[in-house]
């Protein structure tokens, strides 16, 4: 079982629409999670950074942690096309080096 | 603009060379860190200096060694080089603090033929 399960997609959704993405992980001494976004052949971008359990907001943007199920989300509220990218869950321990999920490619049709 | 630079941006080499990859981190970051990211395997992290010393390992092979200079850029180096290691490197910086995300840049495609 890998550390860090993402379901790699493509996901596809109409403009507009409410985007779902998660990760699940197994190791307990994670306590710092993170989405990246990437577009292709690019460095990820840092989008959302948390490391307490409940829900973040940025904008669109809303990053839900549950660490008792050990479930990670992040969810884009009025999708665009320039969404389109693959999103990459992280996650950490201490100050080390982050783990990371396959990612998801999200495409969003205008 | 993450503020991380690396280059170069585009590697070729032939199997059984060595190449160094170089990374600057952003203005007032201790810490930086390398990434391989292949198509089978995602973003691995590899080896995490802060301050000129190495401070975490990860998926590093042994034909694959960094440093941290003093005026705190880094390079990886690989060696040996096979077909596999074609793939994307990103190197990334902090501050070094213990909440501290990272920050990546633009990466380097290392094509081995």
């Known amino acids: 079982q890998k550390e860090v399960e993402q379901d790699p997609g493509p996901l596809s959704v109409p403009e507009g629409a409410i985007v779902s993405l998660n990760c699940t992980y197994s190791n307990s001494a994670f306590q710092y999670f993170m989405w990246y976004r990437q577009y292709s052949r690019k460095g990820p971008e840092l989008l959302m950074y948390t490391y307490s359990s409940g829900n973040k907001e940025d904008g669109r943007f809303t990053a839900q942690v549950d660490k008792s199920s050990k479930y990670i989300s992040l969810f884009i509220r009025d999708s665009q096309p320039s969404d389109s990218a693959t999103y990459l869950c992280a996650m950490r321990g201490g100050a080390d080096g982050l783990t990371f999920g396959k990612g998801t490619h999200l495409i969003i049709q205008p | 603009d993450s503020g991380v630079t690396q280059t170069p941006k585009h590697l070729i080499t032939a199997t059984g060379q060595r190449v160094t990859l170089r990374c600057s981190p952003r203005s007032g970051d201790l810490s930086v860190y390398w990434y391989q990211q292949s198509l089978d395997q995602g973003l691995q992290f590899l080896i995490q200096y802060y301050n000129g010393e190495e401070r975490a390992k990860g998926n590093i092979l042994e034909r694959f060694s960094a440093q941290q200079f003093p005026d705190l850029h880094s390079e990886l180096n690989l060696s040996s080089l096979e077909l596999g290691d074609s793939a994307l490197y990103f190197c990334?910086?902090?501050?070094?603090?213990?909440?501290?995300?990272?920050?990546f840049g633009p990466g380097t495609r290392l094509t081995v033929l």
């Open positions: 990334a910086s902090t501050s070094g603090g213990i909440t501290d995300t990272q920050y």
